[in-house]
């Protein structure tokens, strides 16, 4: 896949692995605004995200020969920086989820948006920091990161069927706690 | 409280039915979902991030070896985790082995005492104490100035009871200690000084 214009991600990729250390950049610059809205929302913590995604594009630039398909990169990047966010999710106590840092939304760009950085908006966040999160990861990749079931299905390992259960179940929660607000 | 949605809704949110179809109700949860995303993915980049990741990959690869070597010298934080009873007992073997230790130096029997000869010689560049308990050796027993005031001091274990004694300066002059507060002839035409020595364990 290639977001936007320029070379395309399988004609960068064969730069890089030629030998142009520097060209991964491009890779980074086309994808680190996604995997981070993808790793802060799966750990609610912008710190751990920035060491996920950190981690995760340095492993993939050490495994960049064993992306078998680069024009499905974008897929293959997700699965690993979503491993490295489940790496994070271990290794803390059970459903610990920080919202203490959870990222400032720029209030100029929300004055005309339904939602606010209000109590609806922290109640949104509560309650994704809440789902499984496998659910979570479900739900962020389908609505926040706009892929379809099939590319899901490629960064997770699960069966479509089980993606949109999660994604069902994470849409109810999340409604359930917008219904809660005052 | 978490209901199902009808299933109209969700395949509306999945793009595979048109959301004309819907009701007014079923539209405006579809679109508070929409919202309820949009809201969440309103996310800024983290800053720096290419830059940390290119410094990273820019550097060579460490050979097993160096991690090793990296992971041996670089501090570790080390957990011990102890039952509370097995604390107890340490805290009590560490106070037990604390008391039987002596706190620096030889050990005193009963009868011994602690002998400690001071002397002023402002000008000497040695000092040493010589008496029946080291066979009037100069060598045996110097004393030190470590602060180079001009006094000098030595502490010698000895049996309690009374200790003649000179200092030798400079390994040549022979000197009774002015400060002694007793003296006994030596047999020569001089006097020797006397220290009694009291045992450490008098009380």
């Known amino acids: 896949m290639t977001a936007g214009e320029g070379p395309s991600d399988a004609e960068v990729i064969a730069r890089v692995l030629s030998g142009d250390v520097e060209a991964f950049g491009a890779l980074i610059t086309r994808y680190e605004g996604g995997l981070s809205r993808f790793a802060t929302r799966m750990l609610g913590s912008r710190d751990a995200a920035a060491d996920a995604v950190a981690e995760g594009l340095v492993r993939a630039y050490r495994h960049l020969a064993s992306c078998r398909d680069p024009a499905r990169f974008r897929t293959w990047l997700y699965r690993i920086v979503a491993n490295r966010c489940k790496s994070h999710l271990a290794r803390r106590p059970v459903g610990d989820v920080s919202l203490d ?18 109590d609806q908006l922290e109640r949104l966040e509560r309650a994704l920091a809440m789902l499984a999160p496998e659910k979570r990861e479900a739900f962020v990749l389908k609505h926040l990161d706009g892929m379809s079931y099939e590319e899901m299905s490629v960064v997770t390992g699960e069966r479509i069927p089980t993606l949109k259960m999660r994604v069902h179940r994470a849409r109810e929660a999340l409604l359930a706690a917008l219904k809660e607000s005052p | 409280m978490t209901r199902n949605l009808d299933l109209r809704i969700h395949r509306a949110l999945d793009g595979e039915l048109d959301r004309a179809s ?18 969440l993915s309103d996310v800024p980049p983290v800053p720096g991030l ?28 080390v957990t011990v985790s102890l039952r509370p009873v097995y604390s107890v007992i340490i805290a009590v073997l560490l106070v037990a082995l604390l008391w039987r230790s002596p706190a620096s130096g030889p050990s005193l029997a009963d009868h011994e005492g602690v002998a400690q000869f001071v002397a002023r010689f402002p000008e000497a560049h040695s000092v040493a104490v010589v008496g029946p308990f080291n066979d009037w050796r100069p060598e045996a027993t110097p004393l030190s100035d470590d602060d180079h005031d001009g006094v000098w001091d030595a502490r010698v ?7 003649e004694y000179m200092f030798v300066v400079d390994g040549e002059r022979w000197v009774a ?19 009694e020595v009291q045992p450490v364990r008098s009380e």
Request: no cysteine.
């Open chain 2, 177 to 195: 200690d002015p400060m002694a507060g007793k003296y006994v002839d030596d047999g020569f035409g001089r006097q020797n000084a006397v220290m």
């Open chain 2, 22 to 39: 819907l009701s007014p109700e079923e539209l405006a949860l579809v679109e508070r979902l929409d919202a309820a995303a949009w809201a």
């Open chain 2, 157 to 163: 274990i000895l049996p309690a009871g009374p200790h």
């Open chain 1, 101 to 118: 840092d959870a990222p400032p939304m720029a209030a100029q760009e929300l004055a005309d948006a339904q939602f606010e950085r209000t």
């Open chain 2, 50 to 77: 290419a830059q940390r990741v290119l410094g990273i990959i820019r550097r060579p690869l460490e050979s097993p070896l160096e991690r090793f070597r990296r992971w041996v010298t670089s501090p570790h934080p």
